[in-house]
């Protein structure tokens, strides 16, 4: 993928000759590596992680995984069925595309990061990226985005190449896109369109496609558009069959039609959605109950959360190499080195520029984040702006109300990481520890740091249970309590323990006076 320097007929200052020559030298300096290695420009974008899939025996089977390949796209393949085998007959023509994208602010390598991610979207989504350009602007052009010089210039890169498509790296208006598609005469579709359409391809569960669809309705709503006999206006009452005079009111247009068609469609999708919440709020409240503690697995797509999470419980979940491969979480059970158990659940990945849409579609799933105890925050350290993806992580927390959690950063991927890179990292994160789900590198330093930070009986109090209320002590007998001394006396049972704060109204009346609400830990 090549960047290129001319700036169309835009006023607006650019940089100068050396910073765009920069950004030129290092893609094609990646592009020649690349081929060195046996890739080209419509292999894997470097976005994604080298070396395959990385599957290791904690992973499983992967039997989902095999299913979601069987229909799988590939390069150059007539989609004509005279010239397909059978087993072709199960493969589809990737799209020829070209992405553009727009430098408004931050430093060149954070536009050029920003292009590659898409080409791993594009990737990921079925498509075999050809080229790519970058126009510098402080803001983006009204009619087109890219201003009508560059927009020009991407109509005859999309000749040369035989493209089909334009994807453009951020999200445009309706306008915009009609614009860009007027002078470019392809298809033209927009960063959001993109990783709904990962989002429709990888949904799996009942609930998971409603809110991927629902969210594609929002997004196609506003962007309705007909030409011609579409736009006419649609008879009412019995008009259609030509009977009666005065039944042929002006009725609704195409559009109107379609949009009502759509709110109808979506306010259905809402009601199945707000249905499918009680199972799983019941769900939570018997680990509530149970007095489970939960930690939540979070963090970019394509870090490692679902490796991760294999690596932990050998839940043998999905593990692939494309951005957003899991989008319905999955709850497992764990436990501590010391004897605690705890729920660990995967969430769906997050992206720079998440569609709003897809957060509010997807708020339901995100609450587990948002009712965990601990969230491990997984980060790929090979990444090259793993700072970035850190931000855009927290950004989404902060939206569904987790930044008060506890947070451990799990740097991922460290047997593929620059060790400077890491140890950057840990400065920065002191709250952090190195792993590598792949090979097995820093688990048990990870499982010790998840067992000291999920919530423990840290209330001392020093009880005396009569002897009619014998449930009381079982129950002290749990991973409620932490039992410090046990004795039999004439009144009852005499203990001194150390119980969860959400407890010590229940037993505050067994007390002995003093004892009640002090903080201490096992050993204290």
């Not at 709503?221 to 002006?250: D, K, T, V």
């Not at 965990?372 to 997984?378: A, E, M, N």
């Not at 009346?509 to 096992?522: F, N, T, V």
Request: glycine share 8%.
């Amino acid at each position: 993928m090549t960047e290129n320097p001319q700036h169309g007929n835009q006023p607006t200052p650019g940089p100068d000759a050396d910073q765009i020559q920069s950004v030129i030298d290092r893609i094609l300096a990646a592009d020649t590596a690349s081929s060195a290695h046996g890739t080209t420009a419509s292999g894997r974008a470097l976005a994604l992680s080298e070396g395959g899939d990385g599957h290791t025996e904690v992973d499983g089977e992967q039997l989902e995984l095999a299913d979601r390949q069987a229909l799988r796209r590939v390069s150059g393949l007539s989609t004509e069925l005279e010239d397909m085998s059978e087993v072709e007959y199960r493969q589809l023509r990737l799209e020829r595309v070209v992405l553009a994208g727009l430098w408004t602010e931050g430093t060149a390598q954070d536009a050029e990061n920003s292009l590659r991610e898409l080409a791993a979207l594009a990737e990921t989504a079925g498509s075999e990226v050809l080229d790519g350009i970058i126009q510098r602007r402080h803001l983006p052009d009204p009619a087109t985005f890219l201003g009508k010089g560059k927009a020009e210039e991407l109509r005859g890169i999309v000749a040369m190449t035989g493209a089909d498509t334009v994807v453009v790296d951020s999200e445009l208006a309706p306008s915009q896109r009609r614009a860009l598609e007027d002078v470019v005469r392809v298809k033209v579709i927009d960063r959001t369109a993109l990783i709904l359409d990962i989002f429709a391809q990888h949904a799996q569960s009942r609930e998971g496609r409603a809110q991927v669809e629902l969210a594609q309705l929002e997004y196609l709503l506003p962007r309705l558009r007909g030409w011609g006999e579409s736009m006419s206006r649609q008879a009412g009452g019995r008009a259609a069959g030509g009977e009666g005079i005065g039944s042929r009111g002006p009725g609704e247009t195409k559009i109107e039609l379609d949009r009502r068609r759509i709110r109808t469609r979506m306010a259905k999708l809402r009601r199945e959605i707000a249905a499918m919440k009680p199972a799983r709020e019941t769900k939570r409240a018997n680990r509530r109950r149970n007095r489970v503690p939960s930690v939540a697995i979070a963090g970019y797509t394509n870090a490692g959360k679902s490796s991760l999470l294999n690596r932990l419980t050998h839940a043998g979940v999905l593990v692939e190499n494309a951005l957003f491969a899991t989008l319905d979480p999955t709850v497992r059970k764990s436990v501590t080195p010391d004897g605690i158990g705890y729920t660990l659940s995967d969430t769906v990945g997050f992206v720079r520029q998440l569609p709003t849409q897809l957060v509010e579609a997807f708020r339901s799933t995100l609450e587990e984040v948002g009712d965990s105890d601990v969230i491990l925050h997984v980060v790929d350290v090979s990444h090259p702006d793993p700072e970035g993806q850190i931000a855009a992580v927290r950004t989404v927390l902060a939206e569904v109300d987790a930044r008060r959690i506890p947070e451990i950063v799990v740097l991922n991927k460290a047997d593929a990481a620059d060790p400077l890179v890491v140890a950057r990292l840990r400065q920065r994160e002191p709250r952090s520890v190195v792993v590598s789900a792949r090979t097995g590198e820093g688990i048990e330093e990870l499982e010790r740091a998840i067992s000291d930070a999920i919530p423990r009986p840290n209330v001392a109090l020093d009880l005396l249970v009569p002897f009619t209320d014998g449930d009381v002590v079982s129950r002290l007998h749990s991973p409620d309590a932490d039992i410090i001394s046990e004795t039999y006396e004439a009144e009852g049972t005499r203990l001194r323990v150390l119980v969860r704060e959400d407890l010590v109204e229940d037993l505050r009346r067994y007390a002995l006076d003093g004892s009640a609400g002090s903080q201490e830990r096992p050993g204290a």
